[in-house]
């Protein structure tokens, strides 16, 4: 049993179909689990320093602790990234090409939304089902926020 799996989200003629192999499900759960884990570690509060206490030498260790997380934190953002782009190429069983094209069409909002649309997919959901749960949350959200609808 194959699924069609609609690719025009991410600028490739399709649709393009797909065997929702036991090894394919367990991709996408992991890929799902990296996604909460990157999310999780964005809320993680930290103390706040009184940084116009500190000395000039403290004030310099500090600055030199805030970039090394800042650099940990890009590299684990372009991991992530890297990591939900082979899983697309390798699923959908892209070119080099294409991938590329996909890379530089398609905005970070964007590429969320796919990964989660196609993960959907291969976890056994129709494209209808998938609407439905879309525009239910749409409502939800503007029930919470009146003021953005």
Same mark, same amino acid.
């Given at each position: 049993?194959?699924?069609?799996?609609?690719?025009?989200?991410?600028?490739?003629?399709?649709?393009?179909?797909?065997?929702?192999?036991?090894?394919?499900?367990?991709?996408?759960?992991?890929?799902?689990? %990296? /996604?909460? *884990?990157m999310s999780m570690a964005e809320v993680k509060i930290e103390p706040k320093v009184d940084y116009e206490s500190l000395t000039?030498?403290?004030?310099?260790?500090? +600055?030199?602790?805030?970039?090394?997380?800042?650099?940990?934190?890009?590299?684990?953002?372009?991991?992530?990234?890297?990591? /939900? #782009?082979?899983?697309?190429?390798?699923? #959908?069983? /892209?070119?080099?090409?294409?991938?590329?094209?996909?890379?530089? *069409?398609?905005? *970070?909002?964007? #590429?969320?939304?796919?990964?989660?649309? #196609?993960?959907?997919?291969?976890?056994?959901?129709? +494209?209808a089902d998938i609407d439905l749960a879309q525009k239910i949350e749409v409502e939800k959200q503007k029930e919470q926020d009146?003021?953005? %609808?």
């Amino acid at each position: 049993m194959t699924i069609k799996i609609n690719t025009k989200a991410i600028g490739i003629k399709g649709p393009i179909e797909v065997k929702p192999t036991v090894g394919l499900k367990e991709e996408a759960n992991n890929i799902m689990i %990296s /996604l909460i *884990e990157m999310s999780m570690a964005e809320v993680k509060i930290e103390p706040k320093v009184d940084y116009e206490s500190l000395t000039a030498e403290e004030k310099e260790q500090y +600055d030199r602790e805030e970039m090394k997380k800042t650099i940990a934190n890009i590299k684990k953002e372009q991991s992530t990234f890297n990591g /939900l #782009l082979n899983f697309i190429q390798s699923t #959908l069983k /892209l070119s080099a090409s294409q991938i590329k094209k996909v890379k530089y *069409e398609i905005s *970070e909002s964007e #590429l969320g939304e796919y990964i989660n649309y #196609l993960v959907q997919r291969i976890n056994g959901n129709s +494209d209808a089902d998938i609407d439905l749960a879309q525009k239910i949350e749409v409502e939800k959200q503007k029930e919470q926020d009146p003021k953005k %609808s």
